[in-house]
């Protein structure tokens, strides 16, 4: 951890990540989504928009000699960092694709298992990037999403969207917005559809985000988004204190004797091709 004008910067953004965001909430989502898609021994297995790789290692876990990984995302940065960390954990091999999600560099029929945590709202064109998961799963494959409910679901990020939009301004929040931008399980079950997909599920599921000190996620958590950390370091000190004590009171009534508890909803969407 460095300081920069009295504010603490925790390294990385995939760093930050993995040390943070993946311990208080996305690894169980994680587990959560590898376990929803029911892996088998020997499965070749895809993951959309891997970011550090902690779905692909979960799965990684589960296919035997015989199975595949591959992670594939858009940031070059992440997935030199994925593969670091898959090694950092003796997880071999994984295979790791920088590209976009809808011009995949792979051929029809390759993949038993398609995986996409939190990645498909941020997608400018998401119907694109389901027919390209689609086109790369096996006759009979099967596809396990996730994406975050309502801003209001996922009080956490509609309070960092509402005081950072109100110090630093709107255009730093969109992050928040487009993470919660995909909610209406209706639109996104004609998505599907339409892209051939069938025995399409939605489920609803909850889970806590818990860390042992709000401070200290705070700033592990904003450290995962350089553009804002560069507005925070710009800051004057006393306001600064001033936007912090706020997100603090706010987030207050998610604090528990253990620290952070705050609720996160997603849909879990399951479905064939």
Same mark, same amino acid.
């Given at each position: ?103 995949? %560099? =792979?051929?029809?029929?390759?993949? #038993? @298992?398609?995986?996409?945590?939190? *990645? ?7 119907? !694109? ?25 996922? %009080? =956490?990020?509609?309070?960092?969207? #509402? @005081?950072?939009?109100?110090?630093? *301004? ?7 917005? !487009? ?95």
């Amino acid at each position: 951890m460095v300081k920069k004008s009295g504010w603490p910067v925790n390294g990385t953004a995939s760093e930050a990540y993995e040390r943070y965001i993946v311990p208080a909430w996305m690894g169980e989502w994680a587990q959560l989504l590898v376990d929803s898609a029911r892996i088998d021994i020997g499965n070749k297995v895809l993951d959309v928009a891997c970011g550090t790789g902690v779905v692909a290692r979960k799965a990684a876990r589960l296919i035997g000699a015989d199975g595949k990984v591959a992670g594939l995302d858009a940031d070059k940065a992440m997935l030199i960092a994925a593969k670091q960390f898959a090694e950092k954990e003796d997880i071999y091999p994984i295979e790791w694709y920088h590209s976009d999600a809808i011009s995949m %560099p =792979f051929g029809k029929n390759e993949y #038993d @298992v398609v995986l996409c945590q939190q *990645g498909l709202q941020f997608f400018p064109d998401r119907l !694109a990037a389901l027919q390209e998961m689609f086109r790369v799963m096996v006759p009979n494959g099967r596809i396990a999403i996730s994406i975050w409910r309502s801003l209001d679901r996922c %009080p =956490f990020l509609a309070v960092l969207a #509402d @005081v950072i939009g109100t110090y630093l *301004g709107a255009h730093l929040t969109t992050g928040f917005h !487009a993470s919660c931008s995909l909610f209406d399980r209706e639109e996104i079950r004609d998505m599907l559809s339409s892209t051939g997909f069938h025995d399409n599920y939605i489920r609803l599921e909850s889970r806590v985000a818990r860390y042992p000190s709000l401070e200290e996620f705070l700033s592990g958590y904003l450290s995962v988004f350089p553009f804002i950390v560069a507005k925070i370091v710009e800051m004057a000190d006393e306001e600064r204190v001033k936007m912090f004590s706020e997100i603090n009171r706010s987030l207050q009534v998610y604090v528990d004797d253990y620290g952070l508890a705050a609720p996160m909803e997603s849909h879990i969407i399951i479905a064939n091709k």
